[in-house]
C-alpha cells in the first residue's frame, strides 16, 4: 500500500534542493557551452542564470518529482525546461554539438563531486540533515548524469550520437524525438532504469565513496 503520509519540511528540503541545483545547472551548463561557442540564444532568453524559477518546468520540476516522492517511488527524478539552443549559429556546429550536449551530464558528475565534498566534511563534524542531502545530492546527481547520456532523442546523449553520424542518417536518427518519450516511458517500464541506469550509478558511487 502506498503511503500518503505528508513529510516534515526537513525531509522535503533534503530531496527538492539538491534536485533543483542538479537540474538547474544542468541546462545552464547547455547554455553557457552553446554561448562560449557562437550561440547567444540562451543568454538573450535570460537563462545563463542560477535562479531556478527561470528554469522550471511545471511538469518535470514540480509535477513528476512530486508525484514520485508521494508516492514512495525507489528513486526521484525530474527535469527543467530545456535551454534553446541554435545549433546552427555554433562555429563549427557538429564538434560543437557535442560540446553542448555533454555540458549537462559533466556539470552534474562534478556536482555529485561536490557533494562528496560535503559528505566528508559532514563526517567529521555530524550533522544527520546535511549527511542526508549529501548522499541525495550525489545519487540525484549520478541518476541525471548517466540517464542523460542515452542515445535516445531528446536526451544529450542523442546529441553526441546525432554529430557522429553523416546528415542523412542524423536527420533519420532525430527523426526518433517526436516519439522519444513514449519510447523512454516504455523503457523505463520494462526496466532500463534498474537494469542499465542504476548499476552504473551504484558502480560509480561505490567508488566516489571508496575515497572518503
Do not use: C
Not at 563549427?92 to 566528508?120: E, H, R, T
Amino acid at each position: 500500500m502506498l503511503d500518503f503520509a505528508m513529510p516534515n519540511f526537513q525531509t522535503l528540503l533534503i530531496y527538492i534542493v539538491p534536485l533543483i541545483f542538479a537540474i538547474t545547472i544542468h541546462e545552464v551548463a547547455h547554455g553557457w557551452v552553446a554561448n562560449q561557442r557562437g550561440d547567444s540564444t540562451a543568454k538573450m532568453l535570460g537563462r545563463l542564470t542560477l535562479n531556478p524559477i527561470k528554469h522550471i518546468d511545471p511538469v518535470g520540476t514540480i509535477l513528476v518529482p512530486g508525484i514520485l516522492f508521494f508516492t514512495g517511488s525507489p528513486f526521484l527524478f525530474g527535469w527543467a525546461k530545456p535551454v534553446p539552443i541554435n545549433f546552427n549559429a555554433l562555429k563549427s556546429p557538429k564538434k560543437d554539438m557535442i560540446a553542448v550536449a555533454l555540458a549537462g551530464p559533466i556539470s552534474n558528475f562534478m556536482m555529485a563531486l561536490f557533494w562528496l565534498l560535503i559528505l566528508s566534511f559532514v563526517l567529521k563534524i555530524p550533522n544527520q540533515f546535511l549527511f542526508e542531502m549529501a548522499k541525495f545530492g550525489i545519487a540525484i546527481n549520478l541518476v541525471l548524469g548517466v540517464f542523460n547520456l542515452l542515445p535516445l532523442p531528446p536526451l544529450d546523449g542523442s546529441r553526441v550520437v546525432a554529430a557522429l553520424l553523416p546528415n542523412y542518417l542524423a536527420y533519420q536518427y532525430n527523426k526518433l524525438e517526436y516519439y522519444g518519450l513514449y519510447i523512454l516511458l516504455g523503457l523505463l517500464f520494462l526496466g532500463v532504469f534498474e537494469h542499465v541506469v542504476l548499476p552504473i550509478v551504484n558502480m560509480i558511487r561505490y567508488a566516489m565513496f571508496t575515497l572518503i
